[in-house]
Nanobody, 122 residues
Framework: QVQLVESGGGLVQAGGSLRLSCAGS????????MGWFRQAPGKEREFVAA????????YYADFVKGRFTISRDNAKNTVYLQMNSLKPEDTAVYYC???????????????WGQGTQVTVSS
């Protein structure tokens, strides 16, 4: 089992920045690829970004490329999502998730955090 706890969400104006953190505990954090997903009201959960176990490879949804950066610090059992140039359409609950290998499909992830709310005002 891996326990995940997100933090760093909040209210920000359009064009602003936030950095989300996801702290892992339990099994060896570096054994898992990590993903960030988001879910807006009335919408399905969607892929945002993912990072390989070592951090050597990263993957992004097209709508965040150039604005968001995923990174991880395995010594701290933490994965980050730096979000810049935020837009009102980025408003959602953001979740981190863990899986043995990278995937963009949320249904394939085994472990999830409780989510953190990000609200971007216009």
């Amino acid at each position: 089992q891996v326990q995940l706890v997100e933090s760093g969400g909040g209210l920000v104006q359009a064009g602003g920045s936030l950095r989300l953190s996801c702290a892992g505990s339990g099994r060896t954090f570096s054994n898992y690829a990590m993903g960030w997903f988001r879910q807006a009201p009335g919408k399905e959960r969607e892929f945002v970004a993912a990072i390989s176990r070592s951090g050597s490879f990263t993957y992004y949804a097209d709508f965040v490329k150039g604005r968001f950066t995923i990174s991880r610090d395995n010594a701290k059992n933490t994965v980050y999502l730096q979000m810049n140039s935020l837009k009102p359409e980025d408003t959602a609950v953001y979740y981190c998730a863990a899986r043995w290998v990278y995937s963009t499909d949320p249904r394939e992830y085994n472990y999830w955090g409780q989510g953190t709310q990000v609200t971007v005002s216009s």
